[in-house]
């Protein structure tokens, strides 16, 4: 059964329009031609996009998966032909430069485009993002060089990316990993090792792959400090020379979900390598990823999280059930706890959506424009909301997922509805990418800690505003006055792990950061979505009693 996905287009236009006021970003010189026309435009052929090519090939790419066949990566049908088409109408480079062959848009409308596309279909779009983060690290640290050979090609289709960090034998102790490049004679490098979880590790429809590799040159410092990255690509050479480097896939892994997406072990033998970055500064290097990679996670979150709870809402309209004896049954949507279940993926997912288009909005500001004092705040604000974006939007996706299930009933926990393939497609987002635990101890040590609060103060600033500017409207006094507590708690919360910092009690601190990410996440859906009252609900057109 194909799944039937329909994209929030009127929703992200909400957010992008009349509360994020996107066309601000006219007065930055790079962003001059973004007005509501334009941010329209891309919604509804990003629209388009998803629910006519991606959709269709959602269902039949996680039945047929992706498997290794006599060493070659063989992706479901379908797969091939619509990166091509992605690729051929420029979605690859709608946040990249011109001077590469991208079109210089927004990060914001690239994530509004990005929820869509991961809605529609997630283990295709588990390709694009790393190409984008890619190339978006070459951009920053390559060279002219290699951002020549490879970043136009990547934003034309023709080069992949993968990003090759984990080993069998460190998993998330990204210190001990034992992967070696070897500089040669001529200054080259060769690097040999075993990489893992590698998304999209081969294919037979680019002309280039290229993985950005992290690994320990010889006598390099012990731990962290001691990495260094490097840019493997999988031919070298060119026309009669193009040869064939050292790096083949071992193994794709059979996994609990995004089966038509292939998860491969990488073995490298003596791949010949290019540094990127400063020698022992490649974690520090890779970061220049990081941004990218745990905005789009976060935005997979929330896209499935909006798929399920559409199709939740669109099979409550129409299943019939209960009701008085003596009279026809009546649509589930009228029953009391179903409503609840609904209302509760609905309001998760709308807050969740608002806070990653506030964080991309922070990363167009911290990014572009030229006051430097404004950007250097707005880039440390979206520093911020990242792993609260991610964690909790992974943590929604699984569970509004699940309640999509059980609106669904029986026949949820049957595959040819469709609906359960979310859960097992969203359930990895809390891991890869720094698990969620990881990102709380994250916003603890480095967002809260180690800047003694300035973040936090303008996080609450900004709720504070949005609780004052809302102040004379009655239908939303509940809300403001239960966001008000919220922000009070979080403020206290706060205080007492930096006292417990302050005393040497960091694993106390660590213990308690789950909990303050997720108090954070849900006071802080407000930062960027006020209150606004959904006496009817919208779905294809038709307002549907809620």
């Not at 031609?33 to 090939?57: H, K, M, Q, W, Y």
């Not at 731990?223 to 794709?252: C, D, H, M």
Request: include cysteine; proline fraction near 4%.
């Amino acid at each position: 059964m194909t799944t039937i996905y329909t994209a929030p287009v009127a929703d992200l236009a909400f957010l992008l329009n009349d509360v994020l006021k996107v066309d601000r970003l006219r007065a930055i010189p790079s962003f001059a031609a973004v007005d509501a026309g334009l941010i329209n435009s891309v919604l509804a052929e990003g629209a388009r996009f998803s629910e006519g090519t991606l959709s269709p090939i959602n269902s039949s790419g996680d039945a047929h998966g992706a498997s290794l066949i006599d060493g070659r990566v063989e992706y479901p049908p379908g797969f091939a032909d619509a990166y091509a088409k992605y690729a051929g109408d420029g979605w690859l480079g709608i946040d990249l430069p011109e001077r590469v062959g991208g079109q210089g848009l927004p990060r914001v409308l690239q994530a509004a485009f990005a929820e869509m596309t991961n809605g529609a279909n997630v283990a295709f779009s588990m390709l694009p993002v790393t190409v984008r983060a890619a190339a978006r690290l070459l951009l920053a640290h390559g060279g002219e060089e290699l951002v020549s050979r490879y970043v136009p090609a990547m934003v034309g289709g023709r080069c992949v990316a993968t990003i090759a960090i984990t080993e069998p034998q460190a998993g998330s102790d990204v210190g001990r990993i034992q992967t070696t490049a070897r500089v040669q004679p001529d200054g080259t490098f060769k690097l040999t090792g075993t990489k893992i979880f590698i998304s999209n590790g081969d294919n037979e429809y680019s002309e280039q792959i290229v993985h950005m590799v992290l690994a320990r040159t010889p006598g390099a410092a012990a731990g962290t400090r001691g990495i260094s990255l490097f840019l493997v690509p999988k031919f070298t050479g060119e026309g009669a020379q193009r040869r064939r480097n050292g790096v083949r896939v071992a193994r794709v892994e059979h996994k609990m979900g995004l089966k038509a997406s292939p998860t491969c072990v990488l073995e490298f033998d003596e791949a010949q390598a290019a540094p990127i970055g400063a020698e022992g500064r490649g974690l520090q290097t890779m970061f220049a990823m990081v941004n990218t990679m745990r905005l789009e996670v976060a935005i997979q979150g929330v896209a499935v999280a909006s798929a399920a709870t559409t199709r939740a809402i669109r099979y409550a309209l129409e299943r019939l059930q209960g009701g008085a004896p003596d009279q026809s049954p009546v649509p589930i949507i009228r029953h009391p706890d179903v409503r609840r279940m609904l209302l509760t993926m609905r309001a998760r997912c709308e807050a969740l959506r608002a806070l990653n288009l506030e964080a991309a909005l922070q990363l167009d500001i911290g990014e572009n424009d030229p006051d430097t004092g404004v950007a250097a705040r707005a880039l440390g604000f979206a520093q911020f909301l990242l792993p609260i974006c991610k964690a909790c939007g992974t943590d929604a996706g699984l569970e509004i997922a699940n309640l999509g299930v059980q609106v669904f009933g029986g026949y949820g926990y049957i595959a040819d509805t469709g609906i359960e393939q979310y859960v097992r497609d969203v359930r990895v987002g809390s891991i890869y990418e720094g698990t969620n635990g990881i990102q709380a101890v994250d916003l603890v040590t480095r967002k809260l800690v180690a800047d003694r609060a300035v973040r936090l103060g303008e996080f609450l600033a900004r709720i504070r505003a949005d609780i004052d500017a809302a102040h004379g409207d009655a239908g939303v006094a509940a809300i403001r006055e239960a966001v008000g507590r919220g922000a009070a708690w979080l403020r206290q919360a706060s205080d007492g792990l930096l006292r417990m910092a302050d005393e040497g009690r960091s694993a106390d601190t660590e213990a308690g950061a789950v909990a303050y990410l997720r108090l954070a996440g849900i006071v802080g859906g407000h930062v960027a979505a006020p209150p606004r009252r959904y006496a009817l609900s919208r779905l294809n057109g038709t307002r549907v009693p809620f």
